[in-house]
C-alpha cells in the first residue's frame, strides 16, 4: 500500500462508490435510454482501474476477490444463452421477450429478457478490460 497518497485514496474511496452506483444507473436505463450493458461495464472498469492507481494490484485483489477470466465466461453463458433462447421458442436469434408485471413495492413493471442479455455484456466487458489491465500492470 502507498503510503504517501492519503488524499487521492480518501477521494478514491467515495468516488469509486459514486461512480458504480451511477454504472449500474447507466445499465439499468440502457433499455429506454442511452446506455446498457457496455457502458455500465466500462464505467465498473474505470472504478476498478481508480482503486488500482490509488492502492497497488494486492490490496484491490484483497478488497475485490474477483477472477476475471471466470467473470468472462460467466458473462458469455449469459450473453449467448440469452441468445441461443430464443431459438428454443423458434423465433429468430436474439429476439427477446417481455412482459408487464405488478410488482408489490416497484408496482407495474416491465421485465425484458434484455436485461439477461446486458448482464452477459456487462460482465464480459468488465472481465475483459481488467484482465487486459492488470496483465499490463503486472509486467512492471
Request: charged letters at 10%; proline letters at 3%.
Amino acid at each position: 500500500m502507498k503510503k504517501n497518497d492519503v488524499i487521492l485514496q480518501t477521494v478514491t474511496n467515495v468516488v469509486v462508490f459514486m461512480i458504480f452506483l451511477f454504472s449500474l444507473q447507466v445499465f439499468f436505463s440502457g433499455h429506454y435510454h442511452p446506455g446498457g450493458g457496455f457502458i455500465g461495464g466500462l464505467m465498473t472498469s474505470g472504478a476498478i482501474v481508480l482503486l488500482l492507481l490509488a492502492y497497488d494490484i494486492k490490496t484491490v485483489s484483497k478488497i475485490i476477490p474477483i477472477d476475471y477470466k471466470l467473470l468472462i465466461g460467466i458473462g458469455l453463458f449469459f450473453a449467448v444463452g440469452t441468445g441461443a433462447g430464443s431459438l428454443l421458442f423458434n423465433v429468430p436469434f436474439l429476439t427477446h421477450a417481455f412482459s408487464h408485471f405488478d410488482l408489490p413495492i416497484l408496482g407495474e413493471t416491465s421485465l425484458h429478457t434484455a436485461v439477461l442479455f446486458d448482464t452477459g455484456v456487462y460482465l464480459v466487458v468488465i472481465g475483459v478490460t481488467m484482465t487486459i489491465i492488470q496483465t499490463i500492470g503486472e509486467g512492471e
